[in-house]
T-cell receptor, first 116, second 113 residues
Framework: GAVVSQHPSRVICKSGTSVKIECRSL??????MFWYRQFPKQSLMLMAT?????????EQGVEKDKFLINHASLTLSTLTVTSAHPEDSSFYIC????????????FGPGTRLTVT | ELKVEQNPLFLSMQEGKNYTIYCNYS?????LYWYRQDPGKSLESLFV?????AVKQEGRLMASLDTKARLSTLHITAAVHDLSATYFC?????????????FGKGTHLIIQP
């Protein structure tokens, strides 16, 4: 149980376009989902916390107008990278916390974004 | 600001040897996580340590937590090649439930025959 999926797994887009990444909790309800970014050979950095039915909370230095997050249901959060640039190329990983759970986070398989 | 420091960042060791990865964090938290990441893959959860003195073991890996020293260790016993990966420790912001995690820089572990 506690499986998180992401779609797509890989995406290549042109500079200036937008791309949407989906994060789904497949067999549980997730009141909170998190979005992380990982540059090559670096650690994961928390970008934002997404709560179902409310606005996302962004970490310092993360542009909320550039990285749009929507958490429309207890099983789906989306991250849209708007007007993508090559420096946005990264590995984006989401995680989800079980509704009513206290500490475990379940990570998705990640989405590798390449902006040309 | 919560900071998490791991050391070493890179470790090359021979099969059969023992070694320890250290994880220090800067503020109070009683939830410490260890993850494994293989190249090009996402994170695999290894351990969640919830309280001072917690010790968990799975196969050749054992993790412990000392909240007073703000230190966690991941000990590898009789390493085998399959354990080659990058290992991250992470701490939740406030020690609460649904909090984002702050990760260490990771320890890139290579185990040679």
């Amino acid at each position: 149980g506690a499986v998180v999926s992401q779609h797509p797994s890989r995406v290549i887009c042109k500079s200036g376009t937008s791309v949407k990444i989906e994060c789904r909790s497949l067999d549980f309800q997730a009141t909170t989902m998190f979005w992380y970014r990982q540059f090559p050979k670096q650690s994961l950095m928390l970008m934002a916390t997404s709560n179902e039915g409310s606005k996302a909370t962004y970490e310092q230095g993360v542009e909320k107008d550039k990285f749009l997050i929507n958490h429309a249901s207890l099983t789906l959060s989306t991250l849209t990278v708007t007007s993508a640039h090559p420096e946005d190329s990264s590995f984006y990983i989401c995680s989800a916390s079980l509704a009513g759970g206290q500490y475990e986070q379940y990570f998705g398989p990640g989405t590798r974004l390449t902006v040309t | 600001e919560l900071k998490v420091e791991q050391n070493p960042l890179f470790l090359s060791m021979q099969e059969g040897k023992n070694y320890t990865i250290y994880c220090n964090y800067s503020t109070t938290s009683d939830r410490l996580y260890w993850y494994r990441q293989d190249p090009g893959k996402s994170l695999e959860s290894l351990f969640v340590l919830l309280s001072n003195g917690a010790v968990k073991q799975e196969g050749r890996l054992m993790a412990s937590l000392d909240t007073k020293a703000r230190l966690s260790t991941l000990h590898i016993t009789a390493a085998v090649h399959d354990l080659s990966a990058t290992y991250f420790c992470a701490v939740s912001y406030s020690g609460g439930g649904a909090d984002g995690l702050t990760f260490g820089k990771g320890t890139h572990l290579i185990i040679q025959p």
